[in-house]
């Protein structure tokens, strides 16, 4: 908000190189961390799980997307005083509002494949 | 299909490495060709007017992103017989589809950035 009002606001706007809600954009839809999310989108998930499930993904990469979307809101680790210790990945109820509109591009686009097939 | 029936029937996985799903997903999120689904979501758009609009976009990874994008087959490219002659660049119906859930995740990513400022 400025003196000038409402009209004069800056709002988010993702096409704005510098606007949070670019780098947001960017980084919830970067080729590990999208998917990422879409597996934690289908319930908590420990490293292992989520290494399997996303097929392909490094150790190291799984770790960058996982810190990287835990910076930005979107997880949380909780962790289980189990012997050994057990760490589960956990959508935050941003990062569930993020995941389930990325499954809705992902539906769409396995339809399409399907649908050629 | 397989002769075991529906049981065995391949289908689409964005999160198998080999999957076309997962590559449409992968290219329909990269970081320009998102952000030129966005600007298109909103109506056809000549080269220029693109390039003003996806902030920070070079020509060169502006060409590219429009011929990946039409090689997927989500856009088309209209050439009007005008002196000079005008071309437009258009969303097919399944780019029309990508586009709004695109537009779904960058509202939601907008208006966190807005709550949070």
């Not at 997307?65 to 210790?85: Q, V």
């Amino acid at each position: 908000m400025t003196p000038e009002g409402p009209s004069q606001a800056l709002v988010a706007n993702v096409f704005a190189r510098d606007c949070e809600s670019r780098a947001a954009f960017e980084h919830v839809t970067s080729k590990w961390s999208s998917l990422v999310l879409l597996a934690l989108g289908e319930g908590p998930h420990r490293f292992g799980q989520l290494r399997r499930k996303v097929d392909g993904v490094s150790e190291k990469m799984l770790s960058q997307a996982l810190r990287g979307l835990e910076a930005e809101g979107m997880l949380i680790r909780s962790a289980r005083s189990t012997a050994p210790p057990r760490v589960d990945y956990e959508l935050t109820e941003l990062g569930s509002d993020v995941a389930a509109r990325l499954r809705q591009l992902a539906d769409l686009l396995e339809a399409a494949v399907d649908a050629r097939s």
